[in-house]
Every structure is written in C-alpha cells, then in structure tokens.
C-alpha cells in the first residue's frame, strides 16, 4: 500500500501552502510536493483513490475471505433473495451474487488497466512522432485517426468481436488497438508547441537524433496530460467491456463479467430481482467514477496555474 | 476563409476514402472463406472457385477495393446472405427508424444540457452546482443499457407511465402513432447525451467567464443578466457545435443500447442481430453508413463554427 501512505503524507487536513517548499530552499526542479497538496486538497480525488482501494480489495482480496463456486451454477439454488448464507442472493444459475462481482471484477480491472498502458504507450508515441515531425507525415498520421474515430468503438468491437472468439488477450489487444487514439492525439497537440520550445533547439543544435529528441526530449514533456488520460481510459476501458458483455460479445463463459451479470439479471427485470440488476451497476458505477475522479484531481493538480494560487 | 473551407472538404474526402478502406479492410480480415461460409462446407472445390470467379474475389486485393468503391458510389453496399436482401433495402428500412429516436434526443439533450452548463459555472462550486455537476457525473459513468434497465423498471413497470417495449410498426407512419412508447428509449439516449454534453458546457463555460472580454463587460457595469446573454452564452456555443460533431459515435452508441434494450427495429438493432447471425455485409454496411455520417456531421459543424467564428478559419495556418 505504498500509494496509499503517500496520500496520507498529505491529508486532507493540511493546508496546501505549508507543504510548498519553503523560499529559502532551492526550487524543485520537478516539482510534485505542490501537485500532491493540490490532489490532497481535493476531495473528490482522495474519494477517488479510496475507492479504487476499495475496489482491489473487493475483487482480488475478497474471494480470499468470501468463498464461493464461480465455476459451477447450483441449479437448485437458483434467483435465491439476499440472506445469511448468500449475502446478495444468487443469480438465475445459482452463482452467489456477491462472490460473483467479486471475480468478474477481476478481469474488468486487469482488463482496464491493461488496455490504459497499451493504448498511453502506443498512442504517446504515435502523437509525439506526428507532432514533431509534422507537414505530410503528421498529415498522414492524422488523418488514420480521423477515420478510426469516425466509426464508434462499439461497432468495430462487436464486428470484430463476432469474427473472432474473444479471450482476455484479445479484448486488451482490440480495445487498446482503439483506445490509442485519444492520447495520440493530446500528445500530437503538445509536441506540435514544444518542438519549437529552446530547449529542443539546443538539444538539436548540440547533434541529438531525432529519436532522441522525441524521446528525451519531447515525451517527457507532455506526460503530465497523458497520466491524466490513461486514468480516464481505464474508466472508458472497463465501460465499453462491460457495455460489450452486456450485448453477449464479451468474455465467453464460465469467466464471469460485470455486464455478463446485467445481461442474464435483465430477465429478471419483471420478477423484483434487485440483487441480480442493481449491485452490479453500482459497482461499474463507482469503479467508472473512481477512475474519473482520480483523472479530475490530477488533472488540477498537474496544472501549473492551480499550483501557484 | 475559402481556403479553410477547401482544406476541411478535402480533409473530409480523404477521412471517407479512410472510412471506406477501413471498412473494406474489417471485410477481408475475416477468418474463414466467404464462399465456403454462403455455398456450405460440402460445396466442391468447383464450385467455391465459380463462385469467387463470379464475385470477382479472385481479383487482385486492389482491383477489389477499386470496386467495392465503384459500388459504393452506385449505391451498392452489398447483399446480405442471410435475409437475402440488399443491405441497402435494410439501411432504407431501419436508418430512419433510428434516427426517430436519436435525433429528437440530440436536439432536446443540447436544449436543456447547454443552460445547466452555463448555470454550473456562474453558480460554480455552489450547491446548484455541486448537485447537478455529482448527477452528470453519475450519468456519464452509468453503462448505458443499466440506466435504461432502470428506466424500465421506474417508469414501464412500477409506475406504468410508459410501454416496456417501443413500438414494432415497421413503417415510419406505424411507429410514429405511438409516440408514448418512444419515450423511454428517447429518454435513454437523450440522459446520456445531457451527461456527455454538460460536462464539456460547464469547463467552457468557466473558461469563457475567465476572458478578458467577460471582466470589461462588468467593469462597465454591465448587469450580471446582461453579461450572460450577450457575451458569455454567445462565446460559449461555439464550442457546443463542434461537440455535438465529435459527440456523434457516443451518441449513436447510446442509440444502439437503446434499441436492443427497447427492442425497437431500427439499425441499432439490425446492426445486433447481424452481429449475432454472423452477417458481415450487413454489419459492415450500417458500420459504413455510420462512419460516413459521422465524417459528415463533424465537417458540417467545423465549418458552421468557421462561419461563426472568423477566428477559426484564420487561425493555425500549419492547418490541423
């Protein structure tokens, strides 16, 4: 829990100025004391992180404690309500409802995060090419975003989610293959104003490659915008599986998904299930929004213009 | 101006050129052979090769695209299989039932999202604010098939205001005639627009209340009502239209959970029903149509923003 204790450095109740650092110490060059007191100043984005805790927790740490066969359905134990044996009921194949959040969880989360690496990865490097080198190239690379963009995520998934049986590695590959373009295009922004930044004239003056120049010069740069994306890709990621999942294209059985659950609970819709419909979206619910608060704090406190109020 | 205007044109033509290609590309990326996959797996070697003869699918993989585009611009956007119907007889049918539901929802969800944008940032970090900021926010984080699974459960089964199900006319006349139960899967699309759409009024509207031109109007003593319509709400729209551009796949997206949740016969669900009958021309077909109309929507609303703000198309020469 190491990110937590860094949080707890700088709790809520401090003020941000005492942890500024103070006039007669040499600036920090990168400075992420104040970035840090602006994010713990937020409450919404210490929200964020508690919940997402929460969240690990509940998926990865839970089944440890609350045992439960997410294998196979207990058909004589089926659409059971709430009780002490089944804290949320079972579901119409008689899978605890609760155990079964607890490992659908899993894979949206690796799932999430897997694809926010691939795609920032991938998508930074793309931009920061487009960007700096500009003119046809950046024309060229652009233009290939325009047109992935102009058809919706969900379309293509689907297609190629039809052709293709979907496995974990498959979904990380799909999604990230067009998840990379928000990225790219944030850092294609940034590169475009930076490559005429001093600096890089003096790295360019002084001989360095222009893989160099990308790598050292610009990527560094422009990483603060790209932390606050992948942030809200993880959130995007983890929607769009489950919206996937929900439409029956998601992870094939027995892997337990979140919008699997919905899809099965929305038989139910009539008979006053509520265990089988409402805590499943509300975990996707806080999960998506955890994610977005984080992105929102670090985007604020990122931002140079807040730091100095 | 005119030159912004022929740069964004061409831009768009090569985008729709990238669609197409796309598109093209998603069709041969399919595993498995088209003529085993329609002819069966008892066919003869004969007669898959006829076949590929006769659908020019021996043909070098660029005479093909030559004519895919051919075909395209002579309206032919292939034959489905499986309902044995041209696609574009199933785009004419289903498109317009679609856009029944999603363009009302567009229209009303940028009525009500772009006031609520303007009040969160004059009311900024007020309880106003905080409350509908925190229900935009739950929105947007809401799986859209869930919210309209709640929807259905408040307002179709335990207050019985509207039908659980859309309606099933298949012409436009027939679904029309019971506009009660186009309210729900309205309403879907239409909450999670508003949800997309405020988040984005809010930040450019506190962004244009931080102008310069913002603080001389109050300087001059310009009353606070005055202030709102004639300078912050002017600068603040412009934006609103490339948003409802770029907005277009989110929306359409929403379009189509709303259509399987309501079971209601438009693309959305032609598009599922194809995808579960593994029915690639037609999936690619209303994938098409959707890619191009969105290309459209954003070149039309860069150039409405051009029109009305001279600043875009003098600006950025590099061209973007």
């Known amino acids: 829990m190491a990110v937590q204790s860094v949080w707890e450095q700088t709790a809520p109740g401090r003020t941000p100025a005492t942890l500024l650092p103070k006039e007669d110490e040499p600036p920090a060059k990168l400075s992420l004391r104040p970035a840090l ?233 009539y008979d006053g299930y509520w265990w089988e419909i409402y805590p499943t979206g509300a975990i996707i619910v806080l999960t998506v929004l955890a994610f977005n608060f984080i992105g929102d704090a670090l985007r604020d406190a990122l931002d140079v213009r807040l730091q100095v109020r | 101006m005119t030159s912004f205007v022929l740069r964004r044109l061409l831009q768009a033509v090569v985008v729709m050129l990238g669609v197409t290609l796309l598109v093209f590309i998603l069709e041969h990326i399919l595993p498995g052979n088209l003529a085993r996959e329609i002819l069966g797996i008892r066919a003869s070697a004969i007669e898959v090769r006829a076949f590929d003869r006769q659908n020019g699918l021996d043909e070098p993989i660029v005479v093909q695209y030559w004519r895919y585009l051919v075909d395209l611009v002579h309206g032919n956007l292939g034959h489905s299989y499986r309902l044995n119907e041209s696609v574009r007889s199933v785009l004419a049918q289903d498109l317009p039932k679609s856009l029944i539901i999603v363009a009302p929802a567009l229209v009303i969800a940028v009525l009500i999202a772009v006031p609520l944008g303007i009040v969160q940032a004059v009311r900024r970090n007020t309880i106003v604010d905080h409350a509908t900021t925190g229900a935009s926010f739950v929105l947007y984080a809401m799986p859209s098939f869930w919210l309209g699974m709640i929807l259905i459960i408040v307002f179709a089964d335990k207050l019985g205001w ?122 690619l077909g209303i994938t098409l149509a959707i890619g191009l109309a969105t290309v459209l929507g954003n070149l039309l609303a860069d150039l409405a923003y051009a029109a009305l703000d001279p600043r875009v198309s003098f600006g950025s020469p590099a061209g973007d």
């Open chain 1, 37 to 269: 007191a602006v994010f713990s100043a937020s409450r919404t984005g210490l929200l964020g992180v508690g919940l997402v805790v929460f969240i690990l927790l509940f998926c990865f740490v839970g089944p440890l404690l609350y045992h439960t066969n997410q294998l196979a359905g207990n058909l004589s134990n089926v659409n059971l309500a709430p009780s002490a044996h089944h804290l949320l009921g079972t579901d119409s194949q008689g899978f605890d409802v609760l155990g079964r959040l607890m490992v659908a969880g899993q894979s949206s989360i690796e799932i999430g995060l897997a694809v926010a690496a691939v795609a920032t990865s991938f998508g930074v490097i793309y931009g920061a090419i487009s960007g700096f080198l500009g003119g046809v190239v950046d024309a060229v690379f652009m233009r290939i975003i325009d047109t992935i963009l102009s058809i919706p995520t969900i379309f293509l998934f689907i297609y190629l989610a039809t052709a293709f049986k979907p496995t974990i590695w498959l979904l990380i590959i799909v999604l990230s293959a067009l998840s990379w373009l928000n990225p790219a295009r944030l850092v294609r922004g940034e590169a475009l104003s930076l490559r005429r930044r001093e600096f890089v004239d003096a790295a360019r003056v002084m001989g360095s490659p222009k893989h160099k120049l990308v790598l050292r010069h610009i990527v560094p740069n422009t990483l603060g915008t790209v932390i606050v994306n992948a942030t809200f890709q993880v959130a995007d990621a983890i929607l769009i599986l489950a919206t996937l999942a929900f439409f029956g294209f998601g992870l094939p059985p027995p892997a337990a998904t979140w919008g699997g659950m919905l899809s099965s609970g929305i038989n139910y819709i």
């Open chain 2, 162 to 283: 509207f039908p659980v199900e859309a309606p099933q006319g298949t012409s436009i006349g027939a679904v029309l005639a019971d506009p009660r139960a186009l309210v729900l899967p309205c309403l879907t699309v239409m909450l999670v627009s508003i949800a997309f759409f405020s988040r984005y009024m809010r930040s450019a509207a506190i962004e244009a209340l931080a102008q310069d031109y913002i603080r001389t109007a109050r300087a001059k003593g310009l009353p606070q009502r005055l202030v709102l319509a004639r300078h912050l709400v002017r600068n603040a729209l412009g934006p609103v239209i490339t948003l409802v551009g770029l907005s277009l796949p989110t929306v359409i997206t929403a379009g189509l959970v709303s259509e399987y949740l309501f079971n209601y016969p438009g693309a959305g669900l032609a598009y599922w029903n194809a995808a579960v009958n593994q029915d690639y021309p037609v999936e």
